[in-house]
């Protein structure tokens, strides 16, 4: 299983978060977020961040960093690393079955990342076999959408989707986020979209709006 930050509840463990970062980074990048939600002290949620393996990134000249899956391009239309997203998903899915291990049932779990991390969590989310409380996908987009509806899980047609963007984003343009929301509500899924005057990060603004749909989905104290 791979390596993790974990912030434990403070209270007794009833829901968990699996958070992925974005390429490049690691799992400490989001831990100082968790405070800045406004989540209940009692609310007995427990965050895990990931690190992702190391691996050569095509885009980066080929430069060993943690990453998700191996990007060759930011050109839509480029060929995906099916494999590699297949493999994170599959590490994703070793997290889960620890969480449930510990208790937790799957609607109480929460898949959640920041671009390359948010879109394996997309990926992941709405192919899981057990109905998850909601997946969040933070400067994104949806990968390998030409295969979901052949591999979507049932359990999880009706998951809540959370997604922002920065419209200002030079990185991962606002138009891919907007594409895969698209998708995804064609497809028929609810999705929460946020967009804010801001470039490939998070803002206060956000935090506080992941916070309170958190509250929403997740069973807490209060709900």
Known sequence: MLESVVVEPQGAHRASVVWLHGLGADGHDFQPVVPELGLPADAGVRFIFPHAPVRPVTLNNGMAMRAWYDIASLDVSARED?????ASQSEVETLIAAE??????ARAIVLAGFSQGGAIALHAALRHRERLAGVMGLS???PLRDRLAAEVSDANRDLPVFMAHGSL???LPQQLGEMSRDHLQAAGYGVAWHSYPMQHQVCLEEIRAIGDWLRGVLPMAGN
């Open 169 to 171: 984003d030079p990185m």
């Open 100 to 105: 449930r291990e510990a208790g937790i049932p």
């Open 82 to 86: 099916a494999e590699g997203i297949e």
């Open 140 to 142: 994104t987009y949806l």
